[in-house]
């Protein structure tokens, strides 16, 4: 999903569709992928330039964060 402009969703505008969207799914657990900072698109996240450093242009770590509590409060566990 896109933004009306064409660019990515940030961790914090994602946070409560992907509730929503795993909810009606009665998912209980999402994996996320790609976690790490990956600076060529296309590589879905398997040539990391910064492991330990989340994916920066969906938002700053704090974003993730809040991405991540969100989905907890909401009953869904992650799996990184």
Known sequence: RRTE???????????PLLVQHLQNLNFTHVELIGLA???????WGYQVAGYYACYSLLGSPDDFKF??????????????
């Open 5 to 15: 402009q064409g660019g990515f969703l940030s961790y914090r505008d994602l946070a």
């Open 37 to 43: 900072h990956h600076p060529y698109y296309g590589s």
């Open 67 to 80: 991405l991540v509590d969100t989905l907890h409060r909401g009953g869904i566990g992650v799996i990184m």
